[in-house]
């Protein structure tokens, strides 16, 4: 009761805003972080997907279910999904949760990926652990949290899916790879992976769970690292591609 009177003052001195247009919510929203004018605005992928990295495809038809950068381009995870496009309001959201430690977002974004998974079908049945992509020592530093940490606690809790925590890790520090290109990307991330228990992942089938996809060199090079180490599938996760 003290606590909800409490929360209630904090709500009147700090009225909650939307975290992506920053509009102060109406008092029925204010258990949200999302007005529901920028949630209309969230663009969701939709089928047909590409049979490797996820993104929406143009035709019906398309040779092997490949986007064009697919059909030139292998990845060593099975394949990947997302629920959104990051693009907009999902962009914006991102960026508050992972550069300016709102935390609380991972509940609704998580959420997103929830219901994908289930709208979807995606083989939750299969899937024997979720894992975090991790971030380096140094990155994690900066941030304080990995944001991937978060989004898979929130998925391990819906799915009852057991979370492998630390099993994969960063060897090093790696350059941001949004200032580089492919191939650059996928020879800066190269080797920058490490499992940690090799008996943890041998023979189970994986969900690797990130934030974004952008080119897919980094949820490669740790799914190539996973199965080395004997994982059997590797389905990747983000929220955005
Ligand atoms: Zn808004
Ligand atoms: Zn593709």
């Known amino acids: ?5 409490l929360l209630g003052i904090t709500d009147l001195v700090y009225p909650k805003k939307c975290l992506a ?3 102060v919510l109406a ?13 209309s605005k969230i663009k969701f992928n939709i089928p047909p997907f590409c049979h490797s990295c996820g993104r929406h495809l143009e035709d019906f038809k398309t040779h092997k279910n490949l986007c ?18 990051y693009d907009g309001v999902v962009k914006e959201l991102i960026h508050e949760f992972k550069y300016k430690g709102k935390v609380r977002l991972a509940k609704p974004l998580g959420a997103l990926m929830a219901d994908f998974i289930r709208e979807y079908s995606l083989p939750m049945e299969y899937m024997d ?17 990995n944001q991937a940490h978060h989004l898979s606690t929130h998925l391990s809790g819906v799915f009852e ?7 994969l890790t ?43 996809l952008t080119t897919g060199a980094t949820s490669s090079e740790a799914a190539g690292v ?8 590797v389905f990747v996760l983000t929220l955005a591609n």
């Open 170 to 212: 960063r060897t090093r520090h790696t350059r941001s790879q949004t200032e580089l290109e492919m191939p650059e990307r996928r020879k800066n991330i190269l080797g920058s992976f490490k499992v940690t228990d090799r008996g943890a992942v041998k023979n189970k089938n994986i969900l690797l769970i990130d934030d974004v």
């Open 68 to 85: 064009p950068q697919c059909l030139r381009l292998t990845f060593n995870f099975d394949r990947a999904f997302s629920p959104c496009v």
């Open 21 to 23: 247009c920053k509009d």
């Open 161 to 167: 899916k057991d979370m492998l925590d630390n099993v």
């Open 1 to 5: 009761m003290l606590r909800r009177l």
């Open 27 to 39: 008092p029925a929203e204010s258990s949200k972080h999302v007005c529901a004018g920028c949630f």
């Open 226 to 233: 996973l199965k080395e180490a004997g994982a059997n599938i």
């Open 129 to 145: 652990h979720i894992l975090p992509m991790p971030l380096s020592k140094t990155r994690l530093r900066e941030r304080e949290f």
